[in-house]
């Protein structure tokens, strides 16, 4: 891959990444998840939100191996 390829990659990884933390964000209300980690997820009574914080978590997850596979 060319530098400019990467630096466009690693750009919409950073967006990706940021959408990821405010849907889950939202979808469990508060910031606490980012200590908590996924036990936070679970916790949450409401199976819609529930289902769309672990969809969002986990594409966080992704991205950030994706950042740090990249460099």
């Not at 916790?43 to 914080?53: Q, T, V």
Request: hydrophobic share 40%.
């Amino acid at each position: 891959m060319s530098v400019a390829q990467i630096k466009n990659l690693q750009r919409r990884l950073g967006n990706l990444e940021q959408e990821a933390i405010e849907e889950v964000t939202r979808a469990c209300g508060h910031e606490l998840w980012q200590s908590l980690g996924f036990d936070a997820l679970d916790s949450l009574e409401d199976p819609a939100l529930r289902a769309r914080a672990n969809y969002y978590y986990g594409q966080l997850q992704a991205v950030r191996e994706l950042r740090d596979a990249l460099g």
